[in-house]
């Protein structure tokens, strides 16, 4: 699978001559709007890397990020990359956003990460942080019921790309990121998983709604889903606003066909966890509005049913986007939230709150 038809990026991307590190990548800074823009600062230049394997890794993902400056996106959107100009022994952490969200949902989390000794890469979803030439968000390149295979192959891909930026390898994700670190690790040696609120399937009524289109899918040779990508969807205006500004790059706007694929491509992460050997912490919230939590649990019991799960209680309010401070609905809980993380991290040892 071509990586740059799954990350809408153009196959012949620019070449480029800098190691990202935090001096010189996009990182999450306020804009006029009051939104989550880039900040620049001079960049190093690249004969400071002395190991030539490194230094080629390294060239992959500003190739990568290069070639997303010719795109249409959202300010905000980019991805991002925290890297060391010598490869650390911590490893590398990859961290997978939310659906219709942006890479600015890790980069508190990543800073720390770099901070504490690790590289980290937060690349762009497929489809995600698109804008039309009114420079309004574009869900159309979202991934919907016939194409949501690209969420494994995006997950290959950039866990290639990782390789050669040192090791191990950890993934970590929000939502249906969540599901794309799980998933990595069903297929790939990885040294630890952190899945924040995977979305394996949708709650209540939806998740009842998907289940019976899936059913459908088998007699009508998948036109059951197909058709979903005509239901227009949202998340409200609140969102739709947050958008429109820049405050929340991402899509308020979509089609219940991306929502569909989405969980389908949670269902199959949630048959095949039985295939993740590394050790997971998950982190889950009783005020979850996406995320259904019994299937959370049918593949926690199913990778062996002894590893972490953190879990916010209902009375908390913790919300289902978790990991970034704009999304928590004042609760305040990220700064735990991330010393938890790494504390897991760090030490392999799984926390339990349930």
Do not use: C
């Not at 804008?131 to 016939?146: C, F, I, Q, R, Y």
């Not at 399937?201 to 007699?219: E, Q, R, S, W």
């Not at 991330?338 to 991290?345: I, P």
């Amino acid at each position: 699978m071509n990586i740059a038809r799954i990350a809408n990026v153009p196959t012949t991307p620019t070449p480029v001559k800098v190691v990202p590190t935090p001096q010189s990548i996009l990182t999450s800074g306020p804009t006029r709007s009051g939104g989550l823009g880039p900040t620049r600062t001079p960049p190093v230049d690249v004969r400071v890397v002395a190991d030539p394997g490194y230094a080629a890794a390294i060239a992959k993902w500003q190739a990568w990020q290069a070639a997303e400056k010719q795109l249409p996106l959202q300010t905000g959107s980019e991805t991002r990359t925290y890297i060391h100009p010598e490869k650390p022994a911590k490893g590398t952490l990859i961290m997978y956003h939310g659906y219709t969200a942006g890479t600015w949902q890790f980069d508190l989390l990543a800073k720390q990460a770099y901070n504490d000794g690790y590289n980290v890469v937060i690349p762009r979803l497929p489809g995600h942080g698109m804008k039309d030439a009114k420079g309004v968000e574009d869900p159309s390149k979202l991934l919907t019921a016939k194409d949501w295979q690209q969420y494994e192959s995006f997950g290959d891909q950039t866990y290639a790309m990782a390789q050669g930026l040192g090791g191990p390898i950890s993934t970590l994700g929000l939502s249906v990121g969540g599901n794309i670190a799980m998933s990595v690790a069903e297929r790939h040696p990885v040294g630890k998983v952190v899945a924040y609120a995977p979305f394996l399937k949708p709650i209540g009524i939806g998740g009842k709604i998907a289940d019976v289109v899936h059913v459908l899918d088998k007699f009508t040779f998948g036109l059951a889903g197909r058709a979903l990508a005509l239901v227009p969807w949202g998340w409200g205006k609140e969102t739709e606003a947050e958008t429109a500004s820049g405050k929340r790059p991402g899509h308020s706007k979509f089609s219940l066909g991306t929502l569909y694929g989405a969980a389908e491509f949670g269902r199959r992460v949630t048959g095949d966890a039985a295939k993740i050997k590394a050790p997971i912490e998950y982190f889950t919230t009783g005020a979850d509005d996406a995320a259904d939590e019994g299937t959370i649990h049918k593949a926690f019991l199913a990778e062996g049913g002894d590893d972490g799960w953190y879990h916010y209680p209902t009375a908390e309010g913790v919300p289902h986007p978790m990991v970034h401070p704009q999304e928590d609905k004042g609760k305040g809980q990220t700064p735990e939230l991330y010393k938890l993380t790494m504390q897991f991290l760090d030490s392999g040892k799984v926390i339990n709150r349930n």
